[in-house]
């Protein structure tokens, strides 16, 4: 077995499986909101008519057995879509929440579940397939070339997408990376097998605009984890320091704000409190009330900064 048919098989099981942790990914963290509309109708196609081409052909049935398996996945995600647009904290609908109007997510579900349905019964059924292929003979091939060309063109949307949000959270990481090798198998295959010049050229700019995709998210998430919480901390912290209020300490001619005014009673008993005040408190009752008086204004001036 050469190489080609080794990397063939491969992808056969990674197509197989790759959308999975998309899905999963999907339950856990509620972000189908930020899927591109776009990317998920051009999704959508690329599944129905790849179901189309290999029933409609007749390919293996290694082949037809992944293009159903995606053609489901990919219905279920429109689904998940669907059903996380009813939840307040999705804003997918482009409508306000009051509108009385169907939602557009709404229109794209029904729409693409019916289309598919239908398009996967007419090439799946012989008879059906029979009089298509009458009256238009090369509407299959046609369908393959627009498949390859949606498979390849759906990331560009949500790389626009993401790049205005500032964030790449929408799809799965390990969704991304599988899809990455699968595209690195598709190029071997093609290349080793002798395909087409345009099987060879699509698993290319798959693999590009995935690895653009990688590059957003590490770079949002490294911007993510450096810059908000800790600019949000300092922020919070000058905030803090400005609307502190400072007591400023009282110097000569100065009193701290706010400090209540002592009397004379509370003057003459913080005497006691202080090293030797009991003796100097002591010497004014000794020396008689008009002593007394004279030492307590001597204790006001001080405290006011006057003389």
Request: with cysteine; glycine share 6%.
């Amino acid at each position: 077995m050469n190489l080609g048919a080794v990397s063939l098989n491969l992808s056969v099981v990674l197509y197989l499986f790759y959308f999975f942790p998309q899905l999963a990914y999907n339950e856990l963290f509620k972000r189908t909101g930020e899927i591109s509309l776009a990317t998920q109708t051009a999704a959508v196609v690329a599944a129905a008519l790849d179901f189309a081409q290999g029933f409609g052909l007749g390919y293996p049935w290694e082949y037809k057995l992944v293009s159903s398996v995606s053609c489901v996945c990919v219905l279920f995600q429109e689904g998940q879509m669907w059903v996380q647009s009813k939840s307040p904290i999705q804003e997918q609908s482009m409508r306000p929440p009051t509108s009385k109007k169907i939602p557009l997510i709404t229109v794209h579900f029904f729409l693409s579940v019916l289309g598919t349905a239908v398009l996967c019964v007419v090439c799946a059924v012989r008879g059906l397939r029979v009089r298509l292929l009458e009256t238009f003979p090369y509407i299959l091939e046609t369908f393959g070339f627009a498949n390859n060309i949606l498979y390849s063109a759906q990331w560009v949307p949500q790389l626009w997408c993401n790049f205005r949000r500032k964030s790449a959270e929408a799809q799965s990481l390990l969704y991304l990376l599988l899809l990455l090798a699968a595209s690195a198998c598709d190029f071997v295959s093609a290349i080793c097998l002798d395909w087409q010049l345009p099987q060879k050229m699509q698993p290319v700019l798959t693999a590009l605009l995935v690895a653009g995709l990688l590059g957003q998210r590490a770079r949002y998430y490294r911007a993510a984890s450096s810059s908000p919480c800790i600019e949000g901390e300092r922020e919070e912290a000058t905030k803090a320091e400005e609307t502190r209020e400072v007591v400023p300490t009282a110097t000569q001619g100065e009193t701290k704000p706010g400090a209540p005014l002592l009397s004379d009673a509370e003057r003459f008993a913080d005497r006691f409190a202080e090293p030797g005040g009991g003796a100097h408190a002591g010497l004014c009752l000794a020396e008689g009330s008009s002593n007394v008086e004279r030492h307590l204004k001597q204790d006001r001036d001080r405290e006011y900064g006057v003389g």
